[in-house]
């Protein structure tokens, strides 16, 4: 989940908190789940230069062509499901996903090689309808921080499946300990991602980049965004969210209805 977060943009840095699965319901997606919709003017925030930032490494090469996998039990789940399976975890190759929502279609390429672990969890949930008429309870539009988050079926930004998991590329790419792994990246337009309250706990939600930006990779990617899910994600963006910031639930309120 993007909860609890925070988009610091100050002496030419960005550090970004994108919190997720925990049992923690404080902080901004409650807050945010409970705001009125209303349609607020600011001034528009200036361009950030992200050229002062880096790439995503590159994609390890699978070491094998399965892996296993270790989902530990965590906060209850929001939602029943059967967790996912531990062993010949396929680890090369992608999946074809389409999600269809309330705002328009957005198709998926999910990829094992980059994070098998959270690719398997994805379509474990998405089999057993747990992203099924779920809210996309979080948009953000700041410079450096255009995203929009989905995959907590109670809509609060703070609940997940009812376990928990390592994170996978790009955080296993860097060596341990190594202070790299900390520093903002890039994270492209186009781009799927897990959400996180920290490290290892991923859960179920994701969120979807719609436009560049500047994350340190602690963040599982596990895929990419079809044109014409950007071109939804776009018209999403473009209505707005409904508190001053640029960080709350989308005026385009959007519902995941199936995920296939």
Known sequence: MITRSALFVAAGAVAVLVAGCSS????????????????????????????????????????????SCVYPAATPAVR?????PTSDVAAQGTVEVSMTTSQGPIGLTLDRSEAPCTVNSFTNLAAQGYFDDTPCHRLTTSPGLEVLQCGDPSGKGSRGPGYEYPNEYPTTAYPADDPASSTPVVYPRGTLAMANAGPDTNGSQFFLVYEDSVLPPQYTVFGTISAEGLATLDEVAAAGVATPGGDGAPNAAVTIQTVT
């Open 80 to 84: 029943d499901n059967n967790p996912p």
């Open 24 to 67: 923690d319901t404080s902080g901004t997606a409650t807050a945010l789940a409970s705001t009125p919709k209303t349609t607020t003017s600011a001034a528009p925030e200036p361009e950030l230069d992200l050229s002062q930032f880096g790439a995503l490494p590159a994609v390890p090469a699978p070491e094998a062509p399965t892996a």
